[in-house]
Nanobody, 124 residues
Framework: VQLQASGGGLMQAGNSLRLSCIVSGGTNTIGTVGWFRQAPGKEREPVAAIPWRGGIGYYVDSLKARFTISRDNAKKTVYLQMNSLKPEDTAVYYC??????????????????WGQGTLVTVSS
């Protein structure tokens, strides 16, 4: 399974941005997909997750009002819509997949497949 994230960039606070992650190779083995982020000098943390086939998204409490995860199975793509961006959202964002279908967030130790990161920088 390969995951290819894209969509990062330099944004001003208050703007919106949508990240995309194309999933390829063995998608029938995936149970859950999600997004993580790693800010400078900090550990990687979960952001959101969603079952690959059906089901709702799950979020870190602090982000659920501004972020939305979705998937398009026909396009084999997972999205992260980020609204009202803040400087503290600055991070490298990673998409990830787990072979198990989960109800709730994924954590780093759950992840079977990582994509490369895409950098989001939010200026004040």
């Amino acid at each position: 399974v390969q995951l290819q994230a894209s969509g990062g960039g330099l944004m001003q606070a208050g703007n919106s941005l949508r990240l995309s992650c194309i999933v390829s190779g063995g998608t029938n083995t995936i149970g859950t997909v999600g997004w993580f982020r790693q800010a400078p000098g900090k550990e990687r943390e979960p952001v959101a997750a969603i079952p690959w086939r059906g089901g709702i998204g799950y979020y870190v409490d602090s982000l659920k009002a501004r972020f939305t995860i979705s998937r398009d199975n026909a396009k084999k793509t997972v999205y992260l819509q980020m609204n009202s961006l803040k400087p503290e959202d600055t991070a490298v964002y990673y998409c990830a997949a787990d072979s198990r279908r989960r109800v709730g967030l994924m954590y780093s130790f759950d992840v079977d497949y990582w994509g490369q990161g895409t950098l989001v920088t939010v200026s004040s």
